[in-house]
């Protein structure tokens, strides 16, 4: 099974403390049987996150969440589509974060309406996405 992940859900792993059912996921990405997907405006985040880290191994860390995971890049459709999301949601009064419409424009590109998230409110309020949390997944 494929599954499109949120920064969010990326972030509870690097916790130490995080919640479980993240480890959870993230280890079935590591038996074929599973797979992870992030926008690579998800790695522009948590390498943010990792260099603004008082950590001095958090960089590492994040190199090693991210062997789990595939990447995909943006390209000038998905940049289009983002724009869009963004903007339908500004003029309805529901706007979110920018990247995670890109983040949204991203997982639709692949053909694919659910995102793995903490932020289920932000993510719900685009039309043709359904968020989840990773508790709801059945692991």
Do not use: W
């Amino acid at each position: 099974m494929n599954y499109f992940l949120d920064t969010s859900i990326c972030v509870d792993v690097l916790r130490t403390n995080g919640p479980q059912k993240s480890f959870e996921l993230f280890e079935s990405f590591s038996d074929d049987k599973n797979t992870g997907i992030i926008s690579v405006i998800t790695v522009a985040e948590l390498s943010a996150g990792a260099a603004l880290s008082p950590l001095k191994d958090a960089q590492k860390k994040t190199d090693e969440l991210l062997a789990y995971v595939q990447i995909v890049g943006l390209d000038e459709s998905v940049a289009i589509a983002g724009g869009k999301i963004y903007a339908k949601l500004s003029k309805t009064g529901k706007k979110i974060e920018f990247n995670d419409c890109l983040i949204a424009a991203t997982a639709h590109s692949l053909g694919m309406d659910k995102i793995v998230t903490r932020n289920c409110d932000h993510f719900n309020r685009i039309d043709g996405c359904s968020a989840v949390v990773p508790e709801k997944l059945g692991f």
